[in-house]
């Protein structure tokens, strides 16, 4: 009987906060958006949840093994950091380097090797610990920046194990992306995951293309192949416990406080901020827009106030200290200018508010704003409309908060804008009751339709979806296993006919054609390889027949280029053409179209043959490049969609072609001339191959050369480790 499937949830701090008071030391669940929303799931499953317990090392050996057995019970795993892993790993890296890497607020960064040493070995602790809880069937959800590396080293440890990773944060443009030292590892740690999700197509785009800029991997709209898995790519905004707030707001106990609130504001109109004390919250450019509009309305004196709850946070980190000064300086200067004996224009409260007072001044707020600079989606702004079921409250949102994209009836604000978030304040207090319920209604339909624990059980069935059909091989084959295995059954071979590519396959791919020709090593190898007894080679390419006889004209091997258009079959024998008459009637239309995109894209260039046109791009910047290619094809089918050719995306090239060529015919007809038991041993490296792949048939070999995704069920890294494997045939 299989067990059944547990949840294995990975966060940097566990859903309970550790609280030391008169009543001794007890777990206190957390009331967090994360915890809301996975507990539940948790729970039902009756699976693990890893994370960071909090600072326990105050504690006596008694407090210390009470907590242990409180959590054990709960089914919560510590990782316990120490004060060095907490200030780099935490404190140095994870909110020091990537929070303002992905915020946008680059000079903030520090220079960080040491920090990232620490982050990488705090991950792979995370790692051990899952992977040492790990059952198979289980389910492994990964959550956020700071544990970024933990699904490539869990894969590693466990390569059937079933990963998801959720960004809580912006992933921001790959121009921004590239700046990071340690870019590449970032990414190679997330991909670990088979599934990698976001709260909104911008941020699953810019990944994206940060996986072409730095990896050189693209991606086919939702889903990237790498390290022989493909990597689902997912949007999955969060939500909020939508009846939870609503209750909450309904409760007569909260109503009443909310207008205790109100009469405490003398009749002025409430203006709400609820905010984490962070640089990216935008609460001073709020403050000064607030400023502004007492500027600009004396009316408003008096008649509104300004009620800003900043969390204290990450008060450890000086740049946050120094924050904290700048918004105590500029709330006394305000006041100090608008204050009177009976107003204060804004009440500062610089502490950690409880859940239900947080509702309750929800419900009091004539306005919310909630004006990030940056954010990954702002839970605030969802659980102010959630708390309105008198749909009577207006929001001033940021376009940059991922939550802008789900909540288009807010007035939305571009938040370094000072004097448009003073109007859009302005507007807010104007807005009549009647269009505050046409704004809220829509969203809050939207908040209880796609609510916290629908997120969850989206993307727990998106995960189970993405590895549903994996072929349960788990960890790729290495280059040596390849190796080894391919070698053997060519050995075996009475007869051995090898279907060689080239550029890519048995040379590295160059910046122009005509800088990949052959070395004397790889002649030397290739004429051996034809003498030796029991095998024959042909090299199979997309390069016109004259450079293949120029290049390899003496060797005694078959040559077959355009792809299959042309073939020698022997050294000394006539080329004979596949497709005698192709018609290439469609080369005069196509041809402008391939120079114009040239001339847009220094560096690319087109290559005609006889039977074929190529837009080459190799020397054109990555994204650049295959932006252009992308649409380059999309005018190539609409041109051609009644013409008898074929356009194929290789390797940095865009070819055009006539249909009934590829070299997959090459297989087929040299195995018709052979005995049953020869054996084809097919190596290529991009979507041209795939043919001669397809040909081998169940009797051959067909290897993949490079990280694309192919269907030869065999892969070595490059030209190099081909070179390697072939030499050792020979021994």
């Keep these: 009987m299989s067990r059944p499937e547990r949840l294995l949830i990975v966060s940097n701090r566990l859903p309970a906060t550790l609280r030391v008071d008169r009543r001794g030391v007890r777990l206190v669940p957390s009331t967090g958006g994360l915890a809301t929303g996975v507990g539940p799931a948790h729970e039902r499953s009756r699976g693990l949840w890893f994370g960071w317990p909090g600072a326990l090392r105050r504690l006596s050996a008694r407090q210390r093994q009470a907590v242990e057995r409180e959590l054990a019970a709960r089914r919560l795993v510590p990782i316990h950091l120490s004060p060095t892993e907490l200030r780099r790993f935490y404190h140095g890296f994870s909110n020091g380097v990537l929070w303002p890497l992905c915020?946008?607020?680059?000079?903030?960064?520090?220079?960080?090797?040491?920090?990232?040493?620490?982050?990488?070995?705090?991950?792979?602790?995370?790692a051990d610990a899952v992977a040492d809880a790990h059952r198979p069937g289980d389910l492994v959800w990964v959550h956020d920046y700071q544990l970024a590396l933990v699904p490539s080293l869990l894969r590693e440890r466990v390569p059937e194990a079933r990963i998801a990773f959720f960004l809580h944060i912006p992933f921001p443009s790959a121009e921004v992306f590239r700046i990071l030292p340690w870019r590449?590892?970032?990414?190679?740690?997330?991909?670990?995951?088979?599934?990698?999700?976001?709260?909104?197509?911008?941020?699953?785009?810019?990944?994206?293309?940060?996986?072409?800029?730095?990896?050189?991997?693209?991606?086919?709209?939702?889903?990237?192949?790498?390290?022989?898995?493909?990597?689902?790519?997912?949007?999955?905004?969060?939500?909020?416990?939508?009846?939870?707030?609503?209750?909450?707001?309904?409760?007569?106990?909260?109503?009443?406080?909310?207008?205790?609130?109100?009469?405490?504001?003398?009749?002025?109109?409430?203006?709400?901020?609820?905010?984490?004390?962070?640089?990216?919250?935008?609460?001073?450019?709020?403050?000064?827009?607030?400023?502004?509009?007492?500027?600009?309305?004396?009316?408003?004196?008096?008649?509104?106030?300004?009620?800003?709850?900043?969390?204290?946070?990450r008060e450890e980190v000086a740049a946050y200290a120094e924050f904290e000064r700048t918004v105590d300086e500029l709330v006394g200067r305000i006041n100090g200018r608008f204050g009177t004996p009976r107003w204060a224009p804004i009440h500062y409260v610089h502490q950690t508010v409880s859940q239900r007072r947080i509702v309750a001044l929800y419900l009091a707020a004539d306005v919310l704003a909630v004006t990030p600079l940056r954010d990954g989606l702002n839970l605030v702004a969802k659980e102010y409309v959630a708390s309105r079921p008198d749909l009577g409250g207006a929001l001033v949102l940021s376009e940059f908060a991922g939550a802008a994209a789900e909540m288009s009836e807010a007035i939305l604000v571009n938040p370094m804008d000072v004097d448009g978030l003073a109007e859009a304040l302005a507007q807010a207090l104007r807005m009549g009751k009647e269009e505050r319920a046409r704004r809220f209604e829509p969203m809050r339909e939207r908040l209880f339709r796609n609510d916290v624990h629908r997120w969850t059980d989206t993307i727990l069935d998106d995960l189970r979806a993405a590895t549903a059909s994996r072929d349960g091989r788990g960890r790729p084959r290495s280059a040596a296993a390849t190796s080894k295995a391919v070698l053997k059954t060519m050995r075996a071979a009475g007869r051995l006919l090898l279907f060689l590519d080239y550029d890519g396959t048995l040379v590295p791919l160059a910046p122009h054609p005509d800088?990949?020709?052959?070395?004397?090593?790889?002649?030397?190898?290739?004429?051996?390889?034809?003498?030796?007894?029991?095998?024959?080679?042909?090299?199979?390419?997309?390069?016109?027949?004259?450079?293949?006889?120029?290049?390899?004209?003496?060797?005694?091997?078959?040559?077959?280029?355009?792809?299959?258009?042309?073939?020698?079959?022997?050294?000394?024998?006539?080329?004979?053409?596949?497709?005698?008459?192709?018609?290439?009637?469609?080369?005069?239309?196509?041809?402008?179209?391939?120079?114009?995109?040239?001339?847009?894209?220094?560096?690319?260039?087109?290559?005609?043959?006889?039977?074929?046109?190529?837009?080459?791009?190799?020397?054109?910047?990555?994204?650049?490049?295959?932006?252009?290619?992308?649409?380059?094809?999309?005018?190539?089918?609409?041109?051609?969609?009644?013409?008898?050719?074929?356009?194929?995306?290789?390797?940095?090239?865009?070819?055009?072609?006539?249909?009934?060529?590829?070299?997959?015919?090459?297989?087929?007809?040299?195995?018709?001339?052979?005995?049953?038991?020869?054996?084809?041993?097919?190596?290529?490296?991009?979507?041209?191959?795939?043919?001669l792949f397809g040909a081998v048939t169940e009797r051959g070999i067909a290897v993949h050369v490079g990280p694309a995704r192919s269907r030869a069920p065999w892969r070595l890294p490059d030209p190099k480790s081909v070179r390697d494997l072939l030499g050792k045939l020979l021994r």
């Design 515 to 691: 800088l990949a020709y052959p070395d004397p090593e790889l002649l030397e190898l290739l004429r051996r390889l034809a003498a030796r007894p029991g095998t024959a080679v042909h090299v199979v390419s997309g390069r016109d027949r004259r450079t293949l006889e120029g290049w390899f004209g003496d060797l005694d091997v078959g040559l077959h280029a355009e792809h299959g258009l042309w073939s020698r079959e022997a050294r000394g024998k006539e080329w004979k053409t596949a497709v005698a008459g192709a018609p290439d009637g469609w080369k005069p239309k196509v041809r402008p179209l391939l120079d114009n995109f040239s001339r847009a894209a220094p560096g690319s260039f087109v290559e005609e043959k006889s039977g074929s046109l190529a837009w080459h791009y190799a020397r054109v910047e990555r994204e650049s490049g295959a932006t252009q290619a992308i649409e380059m094809r999309a005018h190539l089918l609409d041109l051609l969609s009644n013409t008898p050719v074929q356009v194929i995306a290789g390797e940095r090239v865009v070819e055009i072609r006539n249909l009934g060529v590829d070299k997959g015919t090459i297989v087929a007809r040299t195995l018709a001339a052979e005995p049953p038991d020869a054996v084809p041993a097919a190596f290529g490296d991009d979507a041209t191959d795939e043919d």
């Design 184 to 313: 590449a590892e970032i990414l190679r740690g997330i991909l670990g995951a088979d599934l990698v999700s976001f709260h909104t197509i911008g941020y699953m785009r810019h990944f994206s293309m940060s996986l072409l800029r730095v990896l050189g991997l693209e991606t086919e709209i939702d889903r990237v192949w790498h390290d022989e898995r493909e990597v689902r790519l997912g949007v999955h905004p969060m939500g909020v416990d939508a009846r939870g707030f609503d209750a909450m707001a309904r409760d007569e106990r909260l109503v009443a406080e909310a207008e205790s609130i109100r009469k405490q504001a003398g009749g002025a109109s409430i203006v709400l901020g609820v905010d984490r004390l962070d640089y990216t919250k935008g609460i001073p450019r709020r403050l000064l827009a607030f400023e502004r509009l007492l500027e600009r309305e004396p009316g408003l004196r008096e008649r509104v106030r300004f009620v800003q709850i900043a969390a204290p946070s």
């Design 103 to 126: 915020h946008y607020a680059l000079d903030r960064m520090p220079e960080g090797s040491r920090d990232f040493r620490e982050y990488c070995k705090v991950n792979e602790r995370f």
